[in-house]
């Protein structure tokens, strides 16, 4: 069975790496941006999250977050999130390297978690440089838009995502490519590896001489390179490889 041999691989792994996507994030209920259905699907991409778009007119991202952004803060971890936790508390991952922005590793119980795209729970002043918790500004939305600094009142509030037209956060890139470097396993869960430089991981990974589990709903451009393949939810997957493989 797939399963048992990704439980089998990841058993014997001593410097395991994960890497996941908006699928993962997407059975908690938080849309995708990508795909049938997704965000990227009723709204321009470009006017919506792009840094030039954004210093122009900040409130058609905050529109688009209003309802989005409240989605993302209610959500709560799923089986797949804890069964990531479970293998990296047991030794068998050493990171989760993560295209999410919704900290829900986290909130998981997993440690070491690399946000290749930055993080959607800060919101940061680009005129002052404060700081505040997302959910904050979220309940301001209904009554300010956009919503206005709480120290200088400045209107360029911008959550700590990477946007269109801004560089990914170089330190988590690095640290994700020396991990990749690393890895005796490769595991991709939920993510449709369309997406660079993330999509490179398991290409280093691979180079490096690590086996390849990539356990997601729709096929990926990878799967001829992986050792395991298994097509279905993170949620259901992942759980019943932890289990195999136990404390």
């Known amino acids: 069975m797939t ?4 439980a ?11 890497l996941t996507g908006a699928g993962v994030s997407a059975e908690s209920g938080i849309p995708t941006f990508r795909g049938e259905g997704g ?21 058609a991202y905050w529109k688009v977050s ?3 952004g409240r989605v993302a803060l209610a959500a709560s971890p799923n089986p797949g999130h804890r069964a990531l936790a479970a293998l990296e508390a047991s030794g068998r991952l050493v990171a989760v390297a993560t295209q999410n922005t919704d900290g829900l590793h986290q909130d998981s119980g997993s440690h070491n978690v690399i ?5 959607g729970r800060t919101v940061m002043c680009l005129d002052c440089g404060n700081r505040e918790a997302r959910s904050e500004v979220q309940a301001r939305l209904d009554v300010e838009m956009p919503p ?7 209107i360029f509030l911008k959550p700590t995502v990477v946007l269109f037209g801004v560089p990914l956060p170089q330190p988590a890139i690095q640290q994700a490519f020396a991990l990749a470097r690393e890895a005796d396993v490769m595991l991709v869960v939920g993510s449709s590896l369309v997406v660079y430089p993330a999509a490179d991981l398991p290409l280093i ?17 990878f799967d001829e390179l992986a050792t395991v393949v298994v097509q279905g939810k993170s949620g259901e997957v992942l759980p019943e490889i932890a289990a195999l493989i136990g404390g």
């Open 205 to 221: 990974a691979l180079r490096s001489g690590a086996q390849l589990i990539v356990v997601n709903a729709e096929p990926t451009p």
């Open 115 to 119: 946000e290749l795209h930055g993080s």
């Open 8 to 18: 089998e691989l990841i058993r014997n792994a001593r410097r395991g790496l994960a």
């Open 3 to 6: 399963v048992a041999r990704a």
């Open 148 to 154: 206005r600094c709480t120290l200088c009142g400045g």
């Open 66 to 68: 209003k309802d989005r």
């Open 39 to 59: 965000l990227w699907t009723q709204y321009d991409p470009v006017k919506v999250a792009s840094i030039e778009y954004f210093m122009a007119d900040p409130s």
